[in-house]
């Protein structure tokens, strides 16, 4: 097993769309968490500590885009055939990409969320604003985004090892998340319950990031409990689906 596990990682890093994803994500958000905190009119705007911090969020799709790649990009290219020949075994070949890229999705979390939060930290600190946070608030919203960050990444392992078509995985998960969900919030009584038990809810509750745009959600220790839910239920139907299809290069 840790073979495999060091076989994927190898992968990663030698993986030029893997590679390029992670750079493009770690400077999108120092980019946009640069502007929006030398910018951001405190006074007049309704902006707060938080909503800066937040900017550290978009990891979460990029690791979620990530994880996909990770079983679709064997599929897509036909390299799973000699994959399997290798190693028969394919829940032991899941679990490894599952492993290999929890460990990605962490490493992103960490580069996207600390780089944000000292940019927003610093940023504010030379403008003489007060954040509003004590540092244990600022705590809880860091390790809550490293680990929702990390969960995405794991989700999108299971969601690609479910659907196993590429362009249907990436467009299906990104069109539920970032169009359905958001549309579905619209609906009176429908909206509250997608605002707390969604997709995004619960990952705006573990990343501690409640605001007028997120509404009520659920609380940290709630919202994580149920996005570990989600993820094993599909990294669960991933693995039995890979387990149970047949494989064609």
Same mark, same amino acid.
């Given at each position: 097993?840790?073979?495999?596990? #060091?076989?994927?990682?190898?992968?990663?890093?030698?993986?030029?769309?893997?590679?390029?994803?992670?750079?493009? =994500?770690?400077?999108?958000? &120092?980019?946009?968490?640069?502007?929006?905190?030398?910018?951001?009119?405190? #006074?007049?705007?309704?902006?707060?500590?938080?909503?800066?911090?937040?900017?550290?969020?978009?990891?979460? &799709?990029?690791?979620?885009?990530?994880?996909?790649?990770?079983?679709?990009?064997?599929?897509?290219?036909?390299?799973?055939t000699p994959t399997l020949i290798v190693t028969p075994d394919r829940t032991r070949l899941v679990m490894a990409k599952l492993v290999a890229h929890v460990l990605a999705g962490f490493v992103l979390g960490v580069l996207a969320v600390g780089l944000?939060?000292?940019? =927003?930290?610093?940023?504010?600190? #030379?403008?003489?604003?007060?954040?509003?946070?004590?540092?244990?608030?600022?705590?809880?919203?860091?390790?809550?985004?490293?680990?929702?960050?990390?969960?995405?990444?794991?989700?999108?392992?299971?969601?690609?090892?479910? &659907?196993?078509?590429?362009?249907?995985?990436? =467009?299906?998960?990104?069109?539920?998340?970032?169009?359905?969900?958001?549309?579905?919030?619209?609906?009176?009584?429908?909206?509250?319950?997608?605002?707390?038990?969604?997709?995004?809810?619960?990952?705006?509750?573990?990343?501690?990031v409640e605001s007028e745009q997120t509404g009520d959600v659920l609380s940290q220790g709630a919202g994580g409990a149920l996005l570990v839910l989600y993820t094993a239920v599909f990294v669960i139907a991933g693995t039995l689906a890979v387990r149970?299809?047949?494989?064609? #290069?």
């Amino acid at each position: 097993m840790t073979r495999m596990i #060091s076989s994927e990682l190898l992968k990663l890093r030698s993986t030029r769309t893997a590679l390029a994803l992670i750079a493009s =994500v770690v400077g999108l958000v &120092v980019l946009i968490g640069l502007i929006a905190t030398l910018t951001a009119d405190f #006074s007049k705007d309704e902006v707060r500590t938080v909503d800066l911090l937040g900017i550290a969020g978009f990891a979460q &799709v990029f690791a979620l885009i990530l994880g996909i790649l990770a079983v679709t990009t064997e599929y897509r290219h036909g390299t799973v055939t000699p994959t399997l020949i290798v190693t028969p075994d394919r829940t032991r070949l899941v679990m490894a990409k599952l492993v290999a890229h929890v460990l990605a999705g962490f490493v992103l979390g960490v580069l996207a969320v600390g780089l944000t939060t000292a940019i =927003v930290l610093v940023g504010l600190s #030379s403008r003489d604003i007060d954040t509003g946070l004590t540092s244990g608030d600022i705590a809880k919203v860091v390790v809550g985004l490293i680990l929702a960050t990390t969960l995405w990444a794991a989700l999108g392992v299971g969601f690609g090892a479910l &659907v196993r078509n590429q362009v249907g995985a990436i =467009v299906g998960a990104l069109g539920w998340l970032l169009l359905v969900e958001n549309l579905l919030t619209i609906i009176p009584t429908v909206g509250d319950w997608v605002q707390k038990y969604g997709f995004n809810g619960v990952t705006n509750a573990l990343s501690n990031v409640e605001s007028e745009q997120t509404g009520d959600v659920l609380s940290q220790g709630a919202g994580g409990a149920l996005l570990v839910l989600y993820t094993a239920v599909f990294v669960i139907a991933g693995t039995l689906a890979v387990r149970r299809r047949d494989v064609t #290069s």
